[in-house]
């Protein structure tokens, strides 16, 4: 959300490392020795994914990457929960948001961007039905009727194709088929959650297939706003309607055609930011916090619209494919609220709760967006011990950016106007080859060029709040440009490689060793008042991992375990907030990386299931000059220079748990022509920084949430019915801030129950 933007002060005035230990060794050791006993009864389906754009086993993978799908997916998505509801459920993945549902912020392995504004660039890129999701507002579209959840981690800038420095979320929807089937789920919970959802797979004849996913998700508001006169009385309600629709041309071999159309549609609060709720010294919520109420005097609001469609061919050539990936995305949003977190100001006879120095309302919005992506890849498709793949890549995206301060004191009037458009043209060749030297050791090897090109300017503004241009009581873009320039062309060019070998140790075990380089452009700021515009150069990648794969016991458990270290350059960062409000981008000369990821499924016997992830991660920036603004009001605990900024080398990087992890038991019981089961699932992750300096109060706490599920189900699995609950022992935690103006925060959605009710056909 927009901010007015004061002074900033950044400047430049590590060292600390924990390598991974020799845990791959002993677990590659226990791995073989459990796996000399096997068992039978049931069995784990295998998993298949495309994380190098072929379908293949993820055992045989030579790179971490984790899949969510079916009941899973199910469980997690019932109680009406958006895109944030993956995080933690695989190792070192975190998902956060100062926008709420409207704008999810990706960090894998600790790797990410706070930052949050429209034009932010994130180093973990979404990819949708193979059709990249670069805008930070598309990255929320909702899931639903989803076939499988891929996340791989780390560099993956040879096969994908924007900014994949951390890794990709890849999810890949439910295609047409050849049968006459589908299915409706409705779910009704607290606070009227209503969470409808349903598809329809028709086939058509020859070779045609459609099918039609439906999602409407609502829930009435269940915050009250204690400020009689404030222009919003109740919040947290939302309704959140999306559409896919498919048609598939099934040629056989020769071509397949599919074309996809989608739509979404939202309007709810945007996040509530509750001023004070903090206890100072320490980052306690304040005794009697209450979630259900708020005391803010600005405006609430949030809305987006979302269309977009693709269409994919593929054609046999004889001996290779060729594919073709067109896309063309559009979305248009805007989001209001209270900065401040409260009503009045400090210099006024009434204000709070607590200390309001000064009054900030803002609103960002995207009124024009377009983005359109081309891909052409050629797939060798004979056998043999060589296989390739190659091809081109395009990009262009274009959108103007809005950016609005009011008045909370004077009738919640605008004040302040900004308007930015910038424009991204992008292109690259890439590569890749696989050698089986021989049937138990497989290389793999991708290099890919990139160009990319920014073309940024700031086309108006004025504000008449506070005010930078003092003798006019009104400053306008002629008198903003004096502070510096409005326009910024950076242009990168880069190449981004990997190299992997993977070893069968025996049918059932697969350890593999990779290294990956990967980059992200460069980014601009627009200047403001007080506020010269900034520009991150482009930041650059080096990874390294090695892990191993096994099914054991005969198929009744699977182990992925890994270790992993790497070395961002120049890593984009963004000073966000501080005292002076500052919004600004800089480099960091180095960050670091390492830990361990850890997945593990089992069959402990043929009626319980579990599944374990963990992920550790220990990150720190390395910029020993590296000094950025700190809070209004809180207990800042890193050095300072003697011009009162926080010296940050060796912090962790923020919105970065050292550990995260997962668990899920499921007991399921034949009963009558059914089974009756109960799934629980719980996620935890490890205390955060919300920003680059570390501080008592902006010290998230460590955060744990469990799921329950109870139901029936009959007819085959044609028919269940289920009672749920969503944060159970209902912790309430801090999970974000705003640290310019007091002790703002906002929190964790509290604890829902409902019930559901799915019908399949």
Not at 376 to 394: D, I, K, V
Not at 593 to 619: A, H, P, R, W
């Amino acid at each position: 959300m927009f901010r007015p933007r004061l002074a900033p002060s950044v400047q430049r005035p590590l060292a600390r490392s924990l390598k991974p230990q020799h845990a791959l060794a002993a677990v590659t050791l226990a791995v073989l020795q459990m796996g000399a006993s096997a068992q039978t009864a049931g069995q784990l389906q295998t998993i298949t994914v495309t994380a190098e754009r072929r379908v293949e086993n993820i055992r045989e993978v030579p790179s971490a990457v984790s899949a969510l799908q079916g009941e899973v997916l199910d469980v997690l998505n019932t109680s009406g929960q958006d895109v944030r509801l993956l995080s933690a459920r695989v190792p070192s993945l975190n998902i956060e948001s100062s926008f709420g549902r409207a704008f999810p912020r990706f960090y894998i392995r600790g790797y990410g961007n706070t930052d949050f504004r429209l034009n932010a660039s994130q180093p973990v890129s979404l990819v949708y039905d193979d059709v990249v999701q670069e805008n930070p507002i598309l990255k929320g579209f909702p899931i639903f009727d989803i076939d499988r959840v891929e996340v791989l981690r780390g560099p993956q800038g040879t096969l994908f194709g924007r900014n994949t420095p951390a890794g990709v979320v890849k999810f890949d929807s439910v295609k047409p088929t050849k049968k006459l089937e589908g299915y409706g789920s409705i779910g009704f919970g607290t606070y009227q959650t209503i969470n409808a959802e349903g598809a329809a797979n028709v086939p058509l004849g020859g070779g045609l297939a459609m099918r039609v996913s439906l999602l409407n998700q609502t829930r009435d508001d269940w915050v009250k706003n204690t400020v009689a006169a404030g222009p919003t009385q109740k919040l947290e309600g939302y309704r959140d309607s999306a559409l896919r629709a498919q048609l598939l041309y099934d040629g056989g071999n020769a071509l397949n055609v599919l074309a996809n159309v989608h739509a979404r549609d939202y309007k709810g609060s945007a996040r509530l930011f509750r001023a004070n709720i903090i206890q100072p010294g320490t980052n306690n919520l304040v005794a009697g916090f209450d979630p259900a109420t708020i005391s803010i005097d600005g405006k609430n609001t949030s809305e987006l619209q979302n269309y977009g469609g693709n269409l994919r061919v593929k054609l046999d050539l004889g001996g290779m494919a060729l594919y073709s990936i067109t896309g063309l995305e559009s979305v248009h949003t805007y989001s209001r609220g209270d900065i401040d977190g409260g009503y009045g100001a400090s210099f006024l006879p009434k204000s709070g709760p607590g200390s309001i120095p000064f009054a900030s309302e803002s609103a960002d919005g995207m009124p024009e967006h377009s983005q359109f992506t081309q891909e052409l890849r050629l797939e060798s498709s004979t056998a043999g011990p060589l296989s390739w793949q190659a091809g081109a890549f395009l990009f262009r995206e274009s959108y103007k950016v809005e950016s609005f301060s009011y008045d909370s004191l004077g009738g919640n009037a605008q004040n302040g106007y900004e308007r930015v458009k910038q424009v991204n043209d992008a292109y690259a060749l890439f590569g890749a080859l696989n050698y089986a030297v021989t049937s138990d050791l497989k290389l793999r090897g991708g290099l890919r060029y990139t160009k990319d090109k920014k073309t940024f300017k700031v086309e108006d503004y004025n504000n008449s709040d506070f005010v930078p241009c003092v003798l006019s009581s009104k400053c306008t873009l002629a008198q903003l440009g004096k502070a510096g320039p409005l326009s910024a062309s950076p242009s990168d060019g880069k190449f981004s490689w990997d190299a992997s070998a993977g070893y069968a140790l025996n049918k059932d075990t697969n350890v593999y060793l990779r290294y990956a380089t990967g980059f992200r452009a460069s980014s601009v700021q627009g200047a403001g008042a007080f506020n010269d515009q900034s520009v991150a150069k482009a930041e650059t990648n080096e990874s390294i991992e090695a892990g191993i794969k096994a099914d054991l016991f005969n198929k009744r458990a699977r182990l992925a375990f890994n270790v992993f270290s790497y070395t961002v350059k120049d890593l984009q960062l963004t000073a966000v907030g501080g005292a002076a409000n500052a919004n600004i981008l800089l480099n960091a000369k180095k960050a670091s990386g390492q830990g361990f990821e850890l997945d593990f499924q089992s069959y402990i016997t043929d009626q319980l299931l579990t599944t374990v992830s963990v992920g550790y991660n220990d990150t720190q920036i390395k910029d020993p000059g590296l000094a950025v603004a700190v809070c209004a009001a809180c207990t800042v605990t890193n050095p300072k220079t003697t011009g009162g900024l926080a010296l940050v080398n060796g912090n962790p990087l923020p919105q970065a748990p050292k550990l995260t992890g997962s668990f899920t038991l499921k007991y399921s019981q034949p009963v009558a022509n059914g089974e009756v089961y109960a799934f629980t699932d719980w996620v935890y992750r490890d205390k955060v920084n919300f920003f680059l300096y570390q501080s008592t109060e902006f010290t998230g706490k460590a955060l744990v949430e469990g799921g329950l599920r109870v139901g029936y189900a009959w007819g085959n699995g044609k028919y269940d019915l289920a009672a749920y609950g969503r944060n159970i022992t209902n912790q309430i935690r801090i999970v974000g801030g705003i640290d310019f103006n007091n002790l703002t925060g906002f929190i964790n959605d509290p604890r829902t129950f409902g019930l559901q009710f799915k019908a399949s056909f």
